[in-house]
Nanobody, 127 residues
Framework: QLQLLESGGGLVQPGGPLRLSCAAS?????????ITWFRQAPGKEREAVAC????????NYKASVMDRLTVFRDDAENAVYLRIDDLNVEDTAVYFC???????????????????WGKGTLVAVSS
């Protein structure tokens, strides 16, 4: 059974970059599996910030952060990554990745019908 594990979070200073990892285990990320990155800030609802299709060709970003985020996948590593540049305090949140099947050539910001979720990794941006 597919399991997802996020890593790379921690306490970081504003302005720096950060790369989060979403590593799959238990089974291989299929070419049909799109991955969506969500985050939930303290006291706020969960929101999707980036997604990537199973093919890796299509990526979508939340408009307000799209100039600072890059999502990419490495199928050889069985993982998907989220790079965040120019971190600011508003990026403080728990970041989750989730897999959706039947997403070879598209990806979605919806959170219904995911085949698996990770448990999240905390990113705290503070000087």
């Amino acid at each position: 059974q597919l399991q997802l594990l996020e890593s790379g979070g921690g306490l970081v200073q504003p302005g720096g970059p950060l790369r989060l990892s979403c590593a799959a285990s238990g089974s291989t990320l299929l070419r049909d599996d799109g991955i969506t990155w969500f985050r939930q800030a303290p006291g706020k609802e969960r929101e999707a910030v980036a997604c990537i299709s199973g093919s890796g060709v299509v990526a979508n970003y939340k408009a307000s952060v799209m100039d600072r985020l890059t999502v990419f996948r490495d199928d050889a590593e069985n993982a998907v990554y989220l790079r965040i540049d120019d971190l600011n305090v508003e990026d403080t949140a728990v970041y989750f990745c989730a897999a959706r099947g039947r997403s070879f050539d598209d990806c979605s910001f919806g959170d219904v019908g995911m085949k698996q979720w990770g448990k999240g990794t905390l990113v705290a941006v503070s000087s």
